[in-house]
């Protein structure tokens, strides 16, 4: 028996898609799998880019310029990918992340920081899923849809404001699952550790002490989170909903360095602010 994993004529909107990290392996994946893509970011060339690639791939785009933070351009941009490629299917929320500028110590977290991070982690993120699951229901047609969370959402030091967006999207996904389920849309998030992306500071296969500290002892790609999306789109994952898989690498062995930063923080930007 061959077990095939094919999202053959469906369309997935990706948020946050681009950039050579989480979105553009998320969309690589999709194409690869047999699923069109909607595209959606805030930058044009990295759209360009992964539109290509969706192409090279022998699947349909449609790419979107928006900043999520702007929830009737976002609307309109999902709608506008619905109408150029057909009722989508899925989708993966991929925006998100705190830049160093929003790495705080508690005792002096700054309110703006926390509301930015609610933006830009989770409330978009109730947006893109109520579009699509209102063409969904009214279709009468299944779905599922993956929301990209972080360990962090279990609490991690210094990234308080971005932990407690993860956890409230983890909390929305769930409520979703419920909601939703009756009319056959699943609803779940990968929760990645560490991964090595154009933002986290490393190259791609650096081995630190910090990536030892880590069960399989190093630190994750895109690839890995991708796959993980890519199984519970599929309908290899039919009966899970509800749910948030980690993908770290397995439990942590890390702790605190001496200067109160989580072990595995080798970004130099963030360790200026804190060293």
Not at 7 to 25: C, E, K, P, Q, T
Not at 40 to 66: F, K, S
Not at 69 to 94: C, K, Y
Not at 242 to 250: E, F, L, N, P, S
């Amino acid at each position: 028996m061959t077990v095939t994993l094919s999202l053959n004529d469906r369309v997935v909107l990706v948020v946050g898609a681009g950039g050579g990290g989480i979105g553009s392996s998320v969309c690589h994946r999709l194409a690869e799998a047999g699923a069109d893509v909607v595209a959606v970011g805030n930058d044009a060339e990295h759209l360009d880019t992964v539109a290509a690639e969706v192409t090279e791939r022998g699947q349909w785009v449609h790419a979107e310029v928006v900043d999520v933070a702007d929830t009737e351009a976002l609307r309109a941009a999902i709608d506008a990918g619905a109408g150029a490629l057909g009722i989508i299917d899925g989708v993966v929320n991929v925006v998100g992340g705190a830049t160093p500028q929003y790495w705080h110590r508690l005792e002096d977290y700054p309110m703006e920081s926390l509301d930015h991070l609610l933006t830009v982690n989770l409330r978009y993120a109730l947006v893109s899923c109520q579009q699509v699951a209102k063409g969904l229901i009214e279709a009468g047609r299944p779905g599922s849809m993956v929301n990209i969370s972080s360990i962090a959402s279990k609490g991690q030091p210094l990234l308080s404001g971005y932990g407690a967006a993860k956890a409230g999207l983890d909390s929305l996904g769930r409520a979703m699952a419920s909601e939703w389920g009756r009319y056959g849309i699943r609803v779940n998030g990968v929760a990645p550790g560490t991964i090595n992306t154009p933002r986290s500071g490393r190259k791609p296969g650096d081995i630190d002490e910090a990536s030892k500290a880590i069960a399989l002892g190093r630190r994750g790609t895109p690839d890995d989170i991708a796959d993980a999306v890519l199984f519970l789109l599929s309908d290899m994952a039919s009966y899970i909903s509800g749910q948030t898989i980690d993908v770290d690498g397995g439990p942590s062995r890390a702790g605190l360095a001496p200067s109160g930063l989580p072990v595995f923080v080798t970004n130099p930007a963030i360790r200026e602010r804190f060293e």
